[in-house]
């Protein structure tokens, strides 16, 4: 019976230990989100990122695999003459991409090679008219075979065409904003930066609809972070992602888009970030770049 008893209130002990614990974690985050309120929901989502990155992973156990150092690739038998390809590309300008987001990435990043479009919509549950050459999403890039849009090029035009014309630099991109500001991003701010990046280091752009129609008809900002996949025109919504960030590089530079995504890692808003770089609101900074064209 004495055994019970201690037994008993050493369980009590313990129990309001972790509620003390745990009550002083959660006003460490309450406290600290009054300055920054992404911060709590950032913390989260890297746990988040990083248990899906793991389920990928294992559904593809059994895919066959090429690594190095930065990258483990995933494919199947099918992709086996394409996977050197795909490797080769990502090890010309990742680094790159690193330099220019001052990011060091300190552990393997998954490619999951799909055999065609369907296969890769199917791994996300899309709809069959979905289709993507390439999707960053939870730590892990994937791309659909170069076999189903390359063609029958020759293999050093197929290098030339994947490189300037494939996802690899662009989801790359994708990751490191991700990384960069824990997962805190809107959906317009990481496809400009993205698309920015691979501008400048492949040389491709999309048609720039954004300066060949009037800014008076430029979608506003709550439109963009609220329903940017689902706005009318896909191509003017892409096109003014990148003529924002272009002008704002051009304006600002790298360094200053780098400390905006340092503030937004801390757990800042895309506001509060933007006010404390460059001294403009989200509103004041898209008023400067509609006046700017």
Known sequence: MLQRTAYFKCTVRFLRLCVNIALGFILVLLSLSAKNPALPKSLAYGFVRETAKKEVEFRTRNWNSLKNEQFLIKYQNQDL???????????????????????????????IIYPDSPSLGKSFGWDSDQSAMGVY???????????????????????EVFRKKGP????YAHLV??????????????EGIAQLIEKEITGFQFENTALNTDTAHWYDLKDMDRDFDTL???ALAYSQSLVMIQWLVDEYGYDDLNTILNHLGAGKTLNQAFQIVIGKTLNQFMEACKNSY
């Open 81 to 111: 003459e394409n996977v050197n390809l795909v490797l080769d590309t990502i090890n010309m300008d990742f680094q790159k991409v690193n330099e220019m987001l001052n990011f060091t990435n300190n552990g393997r990043v998954p490619i």
């Open 177 to 190: 904003v991700d990384y960069r500001t824990r997962g805190n991003y809107t959906r317009w701010f990481t």
């Open 137 to 159: 999403w939870a730590g892990v890039i994937r791309i659909v075979s170069p076999e189903e849009w390359l063609g029958d090029l020759s293999q050093e035009s197929a290098r």
């Open 168 to 171: 690899m630099v662009h989801e």
């Open 232 to 234: 009318p025109s896909q």
